[in-house]
């Protein structure tokens, strides 16, 4: 059986990459990925420095700092973007940026920071499905299965039969212990 695993991985592997694989594509240099990491840089550091400029609550500053929170977030940067996303929040409640940066706060494991700014949203933003979703996720990330549970419930309750996020969620609550 062993014998025939170990001839069957590799022959299922080669008819897996033949009909799609390019084997003459040459894989980047690393000093080829070096430099694009580097250019990708001194945009960034154009773009913070550009935003540091504008007034803090202008739309074009709430949209600057957004954009750098997707770009940081995207490079796993999940420090950068979490600062990003509270900057573009500076002045203006807006549940989108507050959901991402709770996701990005629940991403690195800063759960109690999440459930904070999930708490002081949802007033502004009862109906936001993300904020919703979101609150039942950190309290089950915290250990606070109730939580979690009467959150999940009480989206799911509100619901449409319809909705293409439900069987998530059930799936989610059916996970809790």
Known sequence: MLVGALVAVPAVAIGLYLPSGIPEMPSAPYATRQAAASRDEEVLDTLRNRLVQLPANSDQ?????ALLGNAERSRGNLTAA???YRRALTGKFDAELTAQ?????LEEDRTEEAVV?????LPQAPRHIGLRFLTGLA????G?????????QALIAD???????RAMVERRMAELP
């Open 101 to 105: 940066l709770a996701q990005v706060l």
């Open 139 to 142: 309290e089950a990330k915290a």
């Open 159 to 165: 619901a449409p039969a319809e909705a293409p996020w």
């Open 61 to 65: 500053a709430r949209e600057g700092w």
């Open 82 to 84: 979490a600062d990003a």
């Open 117 to 121: 700014l999930l708490a002081a949203a």
């Open 144 to 152: 606070r299965s109730d939580q979690a549970r009467a959150a999940w």
